[in-house]
């Protein structure tokens, strides 16, 4: 796995306990988001280095998500069904702030729009979701910060499958590791991937999508 890792209470001395934040495990150009998928749409991810195949629809929408804590509350800890396999995605920093970009937030916001209708047609033009979320502890406890998961739907969609992955790792054992020392009650050996916040280059972006 190219993902380095910490033990989870060493990233709670560091990170923020609270505010809307995006946590991700990130190197100088490179960033990881996690998709979880069934185990016909994860072979071919893997083997082939991009989202397709026969099992995978472009016609739509399909959420990722940075932070290694939200993808394990969705996923259950690959227990989930369709949902078995817990797939690390590396792309470049400049493609997810793109992505960032060209989001329309999920629920209407006065901070974020200047009228409803204005949040409306963000929602019926653009390709990209942005959902603020309670972020999870290991055991799946809600926290105070929150964290983000983006739906990407269309060209968006495309664009990430098929060219802005820049490679893809199976962790789905590192997974089932993990999960069985928490079973034991062994949070204090749990590991994860070392996460830091992601700042936007652009400043105007953080505003513009509600980074607290």
Request: glycine share 6%; proline share 3%.
């Amino acid at each position: 796995m190219n993902i380095t890792t910490e033990l989870y209470t060493d990233s709670q001395k560091r990170l923020p306990t609270a505010g809307q934040v995006i946590l991700a495990h990130q190197t100088d150009n490179l960033m990881v988001v996690y998709q979880a998928y069934n185990n016909r749409i994860a072979d071919f991810a893997v083997a082939n280095q991009m989202l397709g195949g026969a099992d995978f629809s472009y016609n739509r929408m399909s959420w990722i998500k940075p932070n290694f804590l939200w993808m394990m509350y969705r996923c259950g800890w690959a227990a989930k069904e369709n949902q078995e396999r817990v797939l690390a995605i590396w792309i470049e920093k400049s493609a997810f702030e793109g992505i960032l970009n060209n989001a329309a937030i999920s629920s209407f916001n006065p901070k974020y729009h200047n009228s409803q209708q204005e949040w409306k047609n963000d929602l019926n033009t653009k390709e990209v979701r942005l959902q603020w979320d309670p972020d999870h502890d290991p055991y799946g406890n809600k926290l105070q910060r929150r964290a983000v998961q983006l739906g990407l739907k269309g060209k968006a969609l495309e664009d990430f499958g098929r060219n802005q992955i820049k490679r893809i790792e199976d962790i789905t054992d590192f997974v089932k590791q993990q999960k069985l020392g928490l079973d034991s009650d062994q949070l204090n050996r749990l590991l994860v991937p070392v996460e830091t916040v992601f700042e936007p280059a652009n400043k105007d972006t953080k505003s513009k999508i509600g980074i607290e």
